[in-house]
């Protein structure tokens, strides 16, 4: 059973920057695509980013490119994201997921096999 808990949420003012931390146990936390997802009152959980299990490829949301950064340490088996320029529209959870064995896309939900228990993230305008 892996278990992935994320830290670092909070409130902040726009423009300002927080930094998201998801570690998780197990030994296999390498050979996985991880994924960040948030998930707004109302709206869809939606994919944030992912990064491949080596940390060399990764994949950005077009409403986060050039503000959020995707990165992970394996020996620690921890995955971050590096959010500046906070705007009042990333006010969600903010979820961390490991990708399945079993699916070739990533950007979908359903792509992903287990969950962190989600932090809020508000932006205040």
């Known amino acids: 059973q892996v278990q992935l808990v994320e830290s670092g949420g909070g409130l902040v003012q726009a423009g300002g920057s927080l930094n998201l931390s998801c570690t998780a146990s197990?030994?296999?936390?390498?050979?996985?695509?991880m994924g960040w997802f948030r998930q707004a009152p109302g709206k869809e959980r939606e994919v944030v980013a992912a990064?491949?299990?080596?940390?060399?490829?990764?994949f950005y949301a077009d409403s986060v490119k050039g503000r959020f950064t995707i990165a992970r340490d394996n020996a620690k088996n921890t995955m971050y994201l590096f959010m500046n320029s906070l705007k009042a529209e990333d006010t969600a959870v903010y979820y961390c997921?490991?990708?399945?064995?079993?699916?070739?896309?990533?950007?979908?939900?359903?792509?992903?096999?287990?969950w962190g228990q989600g932090t809020q993230v508000t932006v205040s305008s």
């Open positions: 997921a490991r990708r399945s064995s079993y699916r070739l896309t990533y950007y979908l939900p359903a792509d992903y096999d287990y």
């Open positions: 197990g030994r296999t936390f390498s050979d996985h695509m």
């Open positions: 990064i491949s299990g080596g940390g060399s490829v990764t």
